[in-house]
């Protein structure tokens, strides 16, 4: 990899996401109960343990009985045995006789069929039966969903309430997981204070911190370090050290651009392997990336808008392929916007817009990128060419954030 590179062209977004790529590998699969598995990906393919369902049982609150003994209706059958969820029959059901059964109850051996309750006399010494029922009706047939040893979902898949469900239901206690990443944030800069202080002349309150630490645990990774701190590079370089020794990737947010006191590319410019330059993106030109003690650094610009962009379009698709998923960059969606879209005269817009999951999009106003109001609600960005004229109703491709805020 190129070392300290300072470049006028502006680099590609899909580039600088490659580049990024590059620095990470999907994280040691670990075993994990699979109770507690959710939000994770699949490091390897579970195998069914057991038949679903696992026993023949009845579908239906009725009567299990032999449907020979339902040729000649009404019918009248002698009740022997009754059956809840959870017993296992002791007797099968001979000639002329039936066993109540609930719902999810095993159904006896010489049973072929439930009768609904509904469809008799509801008797429990005599039940007499007015509607005929095939064989194999109101049955639920071992295995008929999944049987033992087929594998279910694929590495990388993640892991939703229904599939940890399923898994349960299989008899799967256990799965082969990614483990989430753990990352670190650090914003940067001599004016930023704590929420809850007062704002003295001068200074902002340090909202990128929170917002990166809510965005990497949307993203499905648990930030394990919030911190901020001022424009001083052996202060930077210390709480550097310190998350390297607990995080598989660093993000940090300010301090890489033009001005004369950028902490963090003076901090990590000279490092081998770093990279500083400028992405054909608006917002969030000024981008790079470091290694300390070879834990990816990724480093956003300070406007909270672009931390929001920079966020999506570089760091999501790291913790994606950390988190173990086949396809790291997201694949984008097509969309109509409901509004007319502004673009930029040279750089690649991404405008911050509200999806929904539907397929006609809300633009959110513009605004500049210190606007971080102008952004609130976002769950996509729509890709903007540079010149490119984009009246309300015309097509564009979006990045979907994949979660709804
Ligand atoms: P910088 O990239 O450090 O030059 O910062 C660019 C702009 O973003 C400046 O106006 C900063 O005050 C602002 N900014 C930097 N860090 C934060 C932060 N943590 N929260 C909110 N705004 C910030
Ligand atoms: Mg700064």
Redesign the pocket.
């Given at each position: 990899m190129a070392s300290v590179t300072t470049s006028d062209s502006l680099l590609p977004a899909d580039e600088h996401q490659q580049q990024l790529l590059e620095l990470v590998r999907p994280l040691a699969a670990v075993r994990c109960p699979v109770e507690q598995s959710r939000g994770l990906r699949l490091a390897e393919q579970p195998k069914a343990q057991v038949d679903s369902p696992p026993f023949t049982n009845s579908a239906m609150d009725g009567y299990a009985v032999r449907s020979d003994d339902l040729a000649e209706l009404p019918a009248t059958l002698t009740v022997t045995d009754d059956l809840p969820a959870g017993a296992r029959p002791t007797q099968s059901v001979e000639p002329g006789t039936a066993q109540r059964i609930m719902t999810g109850a095993m159904l006896p051996d010489g049973a072929d069929c439930v009768v609904p309750v509904e469809l008799t006399d509801a008797g429990t010494a005599r039940v007499a039966v007015a509607e005929v029922v095939e064989a194999g009706q109101h049955i639920r047939r071992q295995g008929e969903d999944v049987v033992v040893g087929t594998g279910i979902g694929q590495a990388g898949q993640l892991l939703t309430p229904t599939v940890v469900a399923s898994l349960v239901s299989l008899g799967v206690a256990e799965v082969s997981v990614t483990p989430a990443p753990r990352v670190a944030v650090i914003?940067?800069?001599d004016?930023?204070i704590e929420s809850g202080s007062d704002l003295a002349a001068g200074k902002?309150?340090?909202?990128?911190?929170v917002l990166l630490e809510g965005l990497v645990s949307q993203a499905g990774a648990v930030c394990v370090i919030r911190a901020?701190v001022n424009d001083e590079v052996e202060n930077l370089r210390r709480v550097l050290t310190a998350a390297s020794a607990e995080a598989d990737l660093i993000v940090t947010?300010?301090?890489?651009?033009a001005?004369a006191y950028e902490v963090v590319k003076q901090t990590l410019a000279e490092s081998p392997g770093a990279w500083f330059g400028g992405v054909n993106i608006q917002p969030g030109k000024?981008q790079g990336f470091g290694l300390v003690n070879d834990v990816p650094v990724v480093t956003l610009?300070?406007?909270?808008v672009s931390v929001l962009v920079s966020f999506w379009l570089f760091v999501n698709p790291m913790l994606r392929r950390l988190a173990g998923a086949e396809m790291p960059v997201p694949e984008r969606v097509s969309a109509q916007i409901a509004d007319s879209v502004a673009a930029h005269s040279q750089r690649v817009r991404w405008q911050p817009a509200i999806r929904n999951g539907h397929s006609v999009v809300q633009p959110l106003p513009k605004g500049g990128s210190?606007m971080l109001s102008k952004a609130v609600g976002a769950d996509c960005l729509i890709e903007v060419m540079p010149g490119e004229s984009l009246p309300a109703g015309s097509h564009v491709n979006v990045m979907d954030f994949g979660i709804r805020p």
């Open positions: 914003s940067t800069g004016e930023l902002i309150f340090d909202s990128n911190s901020s947010a300010g301090g890489i651009s001005g000024p610009p300070g406007n909270p210190h």
